[in-house]
Each structure stands twice: as structure tokens, then as C-alpha cells.
């Protein structure tokens, strides 16, 4: 069974918004930090925001900070990611992921739980 399956994205323009959506099977959830990463050709995969399990407490890279907002419904076992003012540079196969360890980490091999992927396309 996939831990956790991705949904949402999709082809949009510069400055539209999208919101994308992780739920999880198996009951590591409402135990688990959350977050989305995100991975554009060539690169690698990169931390976009986390939430802990309470949903109290995020954190953000710099470059999404003041555009995109993650949540999350533990009754749902899903996190979400809105992502607003959206640019060309967003651009990537965002990944939803889950980790039972504490304390912030950007680091995606410290995830243990992975979605399948959704990919978000901004043009121009």
C-alpha cells in the first residue's frame, strides 16, 4: 500500500494559484512532520515547507515563504500546499513526505514516508 499519494498539480500560468494535496494511509501520520519537496529536471530534490504534527509549527524555504502556505487536517490524514502568485521557476514534480523524527529537517533522506509525486507546470 503507497504511504502517501500526491495530487493537485497540474499546467497553470505565472501568477495563478494551486493548491496540492498528500494523503496518508497507515496510522504514522498524525505523528509525523510533513512536508512537500520539490524536483525540477536536473536538480535535486529540494525542501519546499513542513508542518509538525500538531499543525502549529511550520517552516519554510526562503524562496516559497511569503507565497506558499502549508496545512494540514489530522481527521483527514491529508496536508495541503497552497501555492499562490505561482512563477515559471516553481516549476517541478513537488513530493509530499513524511517523517517520524523530531526536529526540523530539510534533509530528504531523513523522510522515511514518500509520496508518488504531482507535477506543477507554470508558464510564462
Known amino acids: 500500500q503507497v504511504p502517501l499519494v500526491d495530487s493537485g498539480g497540474g499546467p497553470v500560468q505565472a501568477g495563478d494559484s494551486l493548491r496540492l494535496s498528500c494523503t496518508a494511509s497507515g496510522r504514522f501520520f498524525t505523528d509525523s512532520i510533513m512536508a512537500w519537496f520539490r524536483q525540477a529536471p536536473g536538480n535535486e530534490r529540494d525542501f519546499v515547507a513542513a508542518?509538525?504534527?500538531?499543525?502549529?509549527?511550520?517552516n519554510y524555504a526562503a524562496s516559497v515563504s511569503d507565497r506558499f502556505t502549508i496545512s494540514r487536517d489530522n481527521a483527514k490524514s491529508t496536508v495541503y500546499l497552497q501555492m499562490k502568485s505561482l512563477k515559471p521557476e516553481d516549476t517541478a514534480v513537488y513530493y509530499c513526505?513524511?517523517?517520524?523524527?523530531?526536529?526540523?529537517?530539510?534533509?530528504?533522506?531523513?523522510?522515511?514516508?514518500w509520496g508518488q509525486g504531482t507535477q506543477v507546470t507554470v508558464s510564462p
Open positions: 513526505a513524511g517523517t517520524t523524527l523530531r526536529g526540523w529537517t530539510k534533509i530528504s533522506g531523513q523522510y522515511a514516508y
Open positions: 508542518i509538525d504534527p500538531s499543525g502549529d509549527n511550520t
